[in-house]
């Protein structure tokens, strides 16, 4: 079954960027819908940006113009750039593959916004 590894999480000044990476162990699929999401402690995991079968890239309100999330075919990854980083986008952050009759998570990484 299709694993998905992230990384690149950890501790940046607000204002600061990081790039995270979600690796998956087999490929994906054009058709899959690859998505972000992210889990703040003590709030509920919500949905930051994903890329749908049609190519398109969606993003939350609360990130848009910061955030940039792209996908490599090639090397079955997806990443998330983000910069302007705010102390309220600390949490942590999951990539998600949405399959028919499949829907995987990886285990998060941590990004900490913090002076």
């Known amino acids: 079954q299709v694993q998905l590894v992230e990384s690149g999480g950890g501790l940046v000044q607000p204002g600061g960027s990081l790039r995270l990476s979600c690796a998956a162990s087999?490929?994906?699929?054009?058709?899959?819908?690859m998505a972000w999401y992210r889990q703040a402690p003590g709030k509920q995991r919500d949905l930051v940006a994903h890329?749908?079968?049609?190519?398109?890239?969606v993003y939350a309100d609360s990130v848009k113009g910061r955030f940039t999330m792209s996908r490599d075919y090639s090397k079955n990854t997806v990443s998330l750039q983000m910069n302007s980083l705010k102390p309220e986008d600390t949490a942590v952050y999951y990539c998600?593959?949405?399959?028919?009759?499949?829907?995987?998570w990886g285990q998060g990484t941590l990004v900490t916004v913090s002076s």
């Open positions: 087999e490929g994906i699929f054009s058709t899959d819908v």
């Open positions: 890329i749908t079968s049609f190519g398109s890239t």
């Open positions: 998600n593959l949405l399959r028919p009759g499949l829907t995987l």
